[in-house]
């Protein structure tokens, strides 16, 4: 079993910077991949990013790339997504998951284990 708490989130003008962090519990994250997805009032839940379970390969849907980075320390048991460069569409509620798969780690249903979120607002 693996409990996963997020934090970071906040207000922040457009242009500005936030990083969020999900620390884990749990004996199997750091040999588990980790994803970053958000969701949007009225809209569906869609991938940001994510981390190979030893961090040598990263993931990034193409509207954050030069954006956001990904990164883990695993001897914390924590994962954090580097936001830069903030932009109104990137407000959201920001979720971390984590589960078994080392492929398709774009992908909703491939991970068992979510946080509760947490709320990233952009103001213009």
């Known amino acids: 079993q693996v409990q996963l708490v997020e934090s970071g989130g906040g207000l922040v003008q457009a242009g500005g910077s936030l990083r969020l962090s999900c620390a884990a519990s749990?004996?199997?994250?750091?040999?588990?991949?980790v994803g970053w997805f958000r969701q949007a009032p009225g809209k569906e839940r869609e991938f940001v990013s994510a981390i190979s379970r030893t961090g040598g390969t990263t993931y990034y849907t193409d509207s954050v790339k030069g954006r956001f980075t990904i990164s883990r320390d695993n001897a914390k048991n924590t994962v954090y997504l580097q936001m830069n460069g903030l932009k109104p569409e990137d407000t959201a509620v920001y979720y971390c998951a984590t589960g078994p798969s080392s492929y398709a780690l774009t992908a909703l249903k491939v991970y068992d284990y979510w946080g509760q979120g947490t709320q990233v607002t952009v103001s213009s």
């Open positions: 749990g004996r199997t994250f750091s040999s588990s991949a």
